[in-house]
């Protein structure tokens, strides 16, 4: 896969996230309660739940979006966040070619690599020079996704970065995070590209957060030997009620 030294980012502070008994709610639900982590500089950290269990919400509370939580969240020294989602693409304007709209991005040593850069996200030669406005949304979420890289931005976080992505696209992108100096935050579907790229993965599950400093695939083992745990421990409980019950039964007719 082909390397830049992209912009280098200001360094952050050592914590850029440290997050205290956070809660937040809707109404009567709860999305979450009492989170509590430290997220380190440079950590590459997975976030990973059903849709729906507050992955979304969480990373709003950590961007500034949503503010009406409970708890405490600061951003550590320096901090410089970069986010991506497929929705940024809406911002982008139409008028400019794919080649113009990362030219007005690029700043310093990376400005002589640019088709390098557009090649690699499968821009190269006559595809750099298409308008913004024809692009297909898949197209155009490959162009938000390079503006960002190369913003200064020393925390990165990425919501599904690898929808519209071909293989070289993707292993040059886990290149870029895994030799990155920046914390980066991860949602993906994509097992096998958070597996090759984070080393911490954050699960979110009926407002909990279970936090596993290993490897997606560890993540699954250990995940797995949780809840058989957990069931363990349910039906043992199940057969000490059951016992109780019967012996105040028995007891009850010999009264």
């Known amino acids: 896969a082909m390397h830049f030294s992209l912009l280098p980012a200001v360094t952050s502070g050592a914590y850029p996230v440290i997050i205290e008994g956070l809660s937040k709610s809707y109404g009567a639900h709860t999305v979450f309660s009492d989170v509590n982590m430290t997220i380190e500089r440079g950590e590459k950290v997975a976030f990973v739940g059903k849709n729906g269990s507050g992955k979304s919400t969480l990373i709003k509370c950590i961007m500034g979006e949503v503010t009406d939580y409970t708890g405490t969240l600061k951003l550590g020294h320096n901090v410089e966040v970069g986010y991506f ?84 696209s993707i292993q040059w992108l886990e290149g870029f995070i895994t030799t990155s100096a920046n914390a980066v935050l991860l949602v993906s579907h994509d097992r096998a590209f958070i597996n090759n790229t984070t080393r911490r993965t954050l699960e979110i599950e009926l407002g909990h957060i279970y936090d596993y400093k290993v490897s997606y695939e560890q993540y699954v083992e250990l995940r797995r030997e949780r809840r058989e745990q957990q069931q363990r421990a349910y039906d043992n409980q199940q057969k000490m009620l059951a016992d109780t019950e019967a012996f105040i039964e028995r007891f009850r007719y010999k009264a």
């Open 85 to 168: 989602a497929q929705t940024q693409s809406a911002e982008l304007d139409g008028g400019y070619t794919v080649y113009e709209t990362i030219d007005r991005e690029a700043q310093g040593e990376i400005r002589t690599r640019i088709n390098d850069l557009l090649g690699a996200f499968m821009f190269g030669g006559e595809e750099s020079e298409k308008k913004v406005s024809v692009l297909s949304g898949g197209e155009r979420g490959r162009v938000a996704l390079i503006k960002l890289l190369l913003r200064p931005a020393n925390l990165l976080i990425l919501d599904e970065p690898t929808n519209h992505l071909d293989i070289e």
